[in-house]
Structures are given as structure tokens and as C-alpha cells.
């Protein structure tokens, strides 16, 4: 079974996606191997071209570390101690094979559940993307502990893919993507184009086994697509072994299983930035209206003229116009700024804002990625999940 099983289908259209590559396809007994990687970075180098943006999970921290010191055994704290070795390999692994310059960001659990580390690695990926940096990402197996793991790179990054309002999962595998069976054990097994929802009984056919470089097998890759599902995001499986599939993945065709979202991701956040309750509002002047009508712009502090009540980074605000204060309010977005940071740069130019505060969440009061226009038609309230 291989790649050439599966019939190709248009890849949903994206602006921003996140791509996961697993230890399958880097790690080999002496360390990292550029083999099947290659193909990948040329993949992210022509999205970039295209003006898209690529987020990249990457494991292999792990093996590099193990590599660099040819250490056998296993164990949480070996592993910690060996992607500790491994960390720089990596991000200096990618930098060679990228012409952008590359970052390294290390998430654990704590940091997609806590609002405020939250919030600040979104800005900080938001930034290096504005950058036009390259962000690799893994789990930071050198503090995690268990409990506080993500469990896999899978799950991480559908977690990362709602954290940057990514348009697609992209997850390169081994293998041509999913099968009816066990592609090596099963001979009747069939190739899988299309899933409208996972169900319980396709995770429970899904092979789990690892190999002997990876950590997780088909399981945590439907597992990771279910959750991108439910976040409006639609999960591409392609074999990331095959130069001619990822050279298709970069012309728009999916040579590989689609896991379909299960809501459209934009309709869902506008549906809910439109009800959830305001914490505060920001009043702007007639250049950000236009701004906003007309070009779907961020709201910069240039065009604020007022702050009202007091509220916290992360709130949702209703923008209102300053000169018709009567008119109903024009957006509603999420704060990049708490109140009172807000108004020690309201009317001031963004690159001011570091020295009026001291630090820079981004130069977006708030961003066009969480900002809804009230006079756009409103999608029909959906109370469920």
C-alpha cells in the first residue's frame, strides 16, 4: 500500500495551516536525516511564495539528542535529558534546509490552559509569522511531566492550530494516509479518501502501534483531527515520504485522506464574537472605521480616541465610532491590551508602543483575526457543540 492508493482531491483552500512532521520521517539511527525533509521545507518554502503562512510542529528533539550522544534506554527523564541535547539540532536541522530565518517555540499543557500564557504565545507566534520567520514547534519534554504533557505531537498540534486560527491541519505520515485496515497486515485493506466525522468505531480500527523511531501511530492522528474538527478546521493525512505528494500538496491537490471540520471555522468565531458579552469598548475615529469597512484592517492605537470601562487582555470589545456615539457599535473584537495600556497609546503610531509601555504584545490593538464587522449578515445562533 502506498500513496499512489489514494485518488487525488482538491486540498481546501488556506491561507494559514500547520504542518506536522513526526520522528518517522527525520530520525534515523545517527541522529536526524534530511531524506524525506527536504521535500518538506521546499512544500513550506513555495507556501511562503504564495503569500501563506506555515507553522511547523516538528518532532525529533529525541532522537537528535540520541544521536549526538548514541544513548540507549528509555524513560521520562532520559527522554528529557536527550531532547534537552537534541533541541538546538533541531531548530539548526530546519535552518539548514529553510531559507527563512527560524524560531524555536517550546509549549507544554500548562501554556494552552493558562489565559495568559495563552494569549502571549499566540501573540508571539502572530509576531514571528508577521516577521516572516519560520516558527518550529514542539512539546517541551525538558519541564513536562506526565500530567502536564500534551502526549503526542499530533494533539499538539491541533491545539496549535486553534491557537493560530489555522485555515488546515496538514499531518505528514509514513504511509499513504488512512486505511479500512492495516495497510501492511491487512490485504484487503482499502484507502480512505474522505471523512465527514470520526467516529468511535473508526479510532477503534485505527492501527495504534508505534514504529520503532515515532510515538504515536494512526489513533492520535485521528484524535488530533477530531479536535481540529470541532474547531473548524479540517485535518489533511499525506504520506511525507513521497517527493511527488508533497509537490502536489503546494499545486492544491491532496493525494491523501481529508478529515473534514465540523463547522466552518470563520462562521463559528464571527458567530461567536457577535454574542459573547463585551468587557469593555474602544471608541475610533473616522479613518479606522474605514479602515475596518473597507479593508478588513486591524484596529492600530493610531485610530483610537477613547477607552471605555476597564477590561483585560483577552476580552471581547465592541469598537464604536467617536463621532456618532448614539450609532450602534461597528465591531466587536478581542483586546490585545488591557485598558489602562490601552489608553497610555490610544492615538499614538504602533512602534511606539514599546517605549510608551515597555513591552509589545503586537502592534494591533486589536488584530483582524479577532474582529467581527456587526453590519456583515450574522450566521444563525448554533447553541450546540
Partial sequence: ??????????????????????????ASPQGLDPRYAQGLARFIDGARAQGREVVLVSSGAVAAGRGRLQAGGDGLVLRQA????????????????SPAPVAQVLLTHDDLRHRRRYLNARAALRELLRLDALPVINENDTVAVD??????????????????????????????????GHPQRDPQARPIERVAQVTPELLLAASGGAGALGTGGMRTKLE??????????????????????VQALGEGRLYGTLIEARRDRARARKQWLRHAPAGGALRIDAGAVAALRARGASLLPGGVVAVDGEFRRGDVLELRAHDDPAAPPLARGLAQ????????IAGRHSREIEALLGFRYGEEVVHRDDLVLLDAPAAPLELSA
Wanted: hydrophobic residues 55%; negative net charge; aromatic residues 6%.
Fill in 224 to 245: 488530533a483531527a477530531t479536535k481540529a474538527a470541532v474547531a473548524g478546521i479540517a485535518t489533511a493525512l499525506f504520506c511525507g515520504r513521497d517527493d511527488a505528494v
Fill in 337 to 344: 491590551y488591557n485598558a489602562a495600556e490601552i489608553r497610555r
Fill in 82 to 97: 536527550l531532547a534537552a541535547l537534541g533541541q538546538a539540532s533541531l531548530v539548526s536541522f530546519w535552518q539548514s534546509l
Fill in 1 to 26: 500500500m502506498s500513496a499512489s492508493d489514494f485518488a487525488p482531491q482538491a486540498l481546501p483552500s488556506w491561507r494559514r495551516a500547520v504542518l506536522k512532521v513526526g520522528s518517522s520521517l527525520l
Fill in 147 to 180: 500530567e502536564l504533557k500534551l502526549g503526542d505531537n499530533d494533539n499538539l498540534a491541533a491545539a496549535v492550530a486553534s491557537l493560530v486560527d489555522a485555515d488546515l491541519l496538514l499531518i505528514a505520515t509514513d504511509i499513504g494516509g488512512l486505511y479500512s
